[in-house]
């Protein structure tokens, strides 16, 4: 099961930065709600998106948009009308394999669990918990409060195109966050948990959604303390969870997850570049944009490679030189890649870039949770 969801994670965990204009990290939201006439109205606490008209077309500037970039959720997708389309879309499925990769690297850190149809059972559901449904709550929940910096960058998307509506996307909103909310605790009914541990997970993970994405506190504002709550919860929450559903979480993987979030905050680092526009305009305080890109682009692979070399060193003094040196292994190419690519023009070849150097990143993660089980 490894290999497999290695070979998915790889290429969709370099992903999760695509959602630094439009993501959160996987979930509350405290919503102002109104019943007037019949006709349910959600406004945005603190948000002037009603002040802010899109300037963009109705469609997509490129008649030649892709079916499957648009079911992913991705740029360069077709326009489409079919609701149920465009809700997929909102939840960007390209964004939940890192969290599935997260579930398998927890569930091996346990080192409890079982190839039986229980706990292949189990694992399937809490993917499901923390992809579709707390994934897809919090990509939605950041398509609606970006609503206004995506009518700059990418005005041709659903919420701000006008494709769906305001009471269809706050629907849409509530009913992932809820489904998420109850598999986790069926999850913790079914590993019989004397405490909820699932369950609180989830409603972490979904106020660290939130807080991310909604004014007053918006933590995207802030390079570091953004980018930092992206990594961990496309690293940190999904491993404790799968962790916590087969064995027992414990504050030193507490601890050695988080450090790897820093590796996050790098990862999350690499689209800032093209967003720098935006960002710009609507006061987001992205590291191109505080440092510039020349320094910024030193930042993100400092972080994805000091952390790593980190961890590397940790296996190493509790006496696990092999998944050391393994780890110092899979770090070699992601430096090459990253002098290749990412160096030369952080906009041009990010995508050449993820796709090289990511793999490296997740089978690592793998290496680190098989250590920590032994």
């Known amino acids: 099961m490894a290999t497999v969801w290695n070979n998915v994670s790889s290429v969709c965990l370099s992903n999760l930065n695509s959602n630094r204009i439009r993501t959160r990290p996987p979930a509350f939201t405290p919503i102002s709600v109104s019943f007037t006439r019949r006709r349910l109205t959600i406004r945005a606490a603190e948000t002037d998106a009603n002040e802010v008209k899109s300037q963009a077309p109705d469609k997509a500037p490129a008649a030649s ?44 850190a346990s080192g409890n669990f079982h190839w039986n149809l229980e706990d292949v059972a189990k694992s399937i559901v809490c993917m499901m918990m923390s992809g579709p449904f707390l994934t897809g709550y919090t990509q939605t929940l950041n398509d609606w409060y970006d609503r206004e910096i995506d009518a ?43 405490f909820p541990t699932v369950f609180y997970l989830a409603v972490g993970g979904s106020l660290l959604s939130y807080i991310y994405s909604a004014p007053p506190l918006k933590l995207k504002q802030n390079g570091w303390v953004g980018n930092f709550a992206l ?21 030193d993987i507490i601890v050695l997850t988080l450090l790897y979030s820093i590796a996050g905050l790098g990862i999350a680092i690499v689209n800032d570049f093209k967003s720098v526009e935006g960002d710009r305009a609507m006061g987001l305080q ?35 030189p092999y998944y050391a040196l393994a780890l110092l292994a899979l770090i070699i190419p992601q430096v090459v890649f990253q002098f290749q690519y990412f160096l030369k023009d952080p906009v041009k070849y990010d995508v050449k870039y993820q796709a090289s150097a990511q793999p490296f990143l997740v089978l690592g993660l793998l290496v680190t949770a098989l250590a920590t089980s032994h």
């Not at 659903?158 to 909103?173: D, F, R």
């Not at 998420?180 to 999850?187: D, E, Q, R, S, W």
């Open 65 to 108: 948009g892709s079916n499957v970039n648009q079911l992913l959720g991705i740029k360069g997708a077709a326009q489409e009308t079919n609701k149920w389309k465009i809700r997929l879309q909102l939840t960007k499925p390209v964004t939940w394999p890192p969290l599935v990769w997260g579930v398998v690297c927890g569930a091996a």
């Open 152 to 194: 700059i960058n990418e005005p041709y998307r659903p919420i701000p195109s006008g494709a769906i509506s305001e009471s269809e996307v706050i629907t849409q909103i509530w009913l992932l966050l809820l489904g998420g909310l109850g598999l986790a605790g069926l999850l913790d009914i079914w590993a019989r948990h004397d």
């Open 231 to 251: 990594g961990a919860s496309y690293i940190s929450l999904p491993w404790w969870a799968g962790q916590a559903l087969f064995g027992t979480l414990t504050p």
């Open 286 to 320: 992205s590291l191109p944009v505080a440092f510039g890109a020349e320094t910024a682009k030193w930042i993100c692979v400092g972080a994805i490679d000091i952390t790593q070399i980190s961890i590397a060193g940790y296996l190493l003094g509790v006496g696990k």
